[in-house]
């Protein structure tokens, strides 16, 4: 569903988006990077609101959350678009192209999940919820206005600026937020990205809510051990408690690289279990 957008400016004939570090220019008629914020005669609009293309009830582990509300179930939702080009996305028919979908209205998607058995609350995951935001923070915010012991769970790529974060936050319990590498050019490459807006935003929300981090090790990419060294180094200096899944590579996309190393998947955990108490290997 078309709705008016949030975080936005007009820039004489053309509109300034500053939801995500983008920092979208956008002419009459044309989207932003995210392929889902459009501007139509002087206002932004996003196109997949309420509009979902993947529901499941998911282990609380597959997020991955290995340490909040372990052995539990969350409904899980995603639409599609994302702000991100990575190469070896494991999403890309959702993240990468307008994927058919159905219109859930929040009202509904909290009743579903309220009367759902066995389901801790909300996770909004499999594309990227932070171009998903109206909807996302709507149905957060309902859902905890319903029923405040009901979960929110956000599984995002951290690239959101800081005004929208910090207003999401208050109704989001848990984050697993992915960390691609610790290097400005695999971000900007692999990714369009920047990787100082995703560390500070793993700073504010780790200071705000349970945070656990996913970094998939790409073979030939960022499979370093001084890298996963210099991750491991940084969430440590936020707080020795941050879970960091190292998640096993396979060929997906555009990027037809080998499956990473098993041997070089369990040399990373003991070098990232220097600095930090919880540390997981995912995907072997």
Not at 156 to 172: A, H, Q
Not at 244 to 272: C, D, G, Q, W
Request: with cysteine; aromatic share 12%; glycine share 4%.
């Amino acid at each position: 569903m078309k709705t008016e957008a949030m975080f936005y400016e007009k820039l004489k004939d053309k509109i300034h988006c500053f939801l995500c570090p983008h920092n979208c220019v956008i002419e009459n008629g044309h989207f932003g990077k995210c392929n889902v914020r459009t501007h139509e005669d002087g206002k932004l609009f996003t196109i997949n609101y309420g509009e979902v293309t993947s529901a499941a009830l998911d282990p609380i582990e597959k997020k991955p959350l290995y340490y909040f509300k372990p052995h539990t179930h969350i409904f899980s939702v995603g639409s599609f678009g994302c702000n991100f080009t990575c190469g070896f996305c494991q999403n890309y028919s959702i993240s990468q192209f307008k994927a058919k979908s159905q219109f859930v209205s929040k009202e509904d998607l909290v009743h579903t999940a309220l009367t759902m058995k066995d389901n801790i609350g909300i996770a909004f995951t499999y594309n990227e919820p932070s171009i998903w935001y109206e909807y996302v923070y709507d149905a957060s915010k309902l859902l905890k206005e319903t029923n405040p012991n009901a979960s929110v769970v956000v599984v995002t790529n951290g690239y959101i600026s800081e005004e929208p974060l910090k207003k999401l936050l208050p109704y989001v319990d848990a984050m697993n937020i992915d960390l691609k590498s610790f290097n400005k050019d695999y971000y900007k490459d692999l990714c369009g990205g920047s990787l100082q807006s995703v560390l500070k935003n793993i700073e504010i929300a780790a200071r705000n809510t349970h945070v656990e981090i996913t970094t998939l090790l790409v073979s030939g990419e960022n499979d370093s051990l001084e890298e996963v060294e210099e991750i491991a180094k940084f969430l440590s200096s936020i707080s020795l408690d941050i879970p960091l899944h190292l998640s096993r590579y396979f060929p997906r996309y555009k990027l037809e690289n080998e499956p990473t190393n098993i041997e070089f998947m369990k040399k990373a955990e003991e070098v990232a279990k220097k600095y930090l108490n919880k540390v997981s290997l995912g995907n072997i």
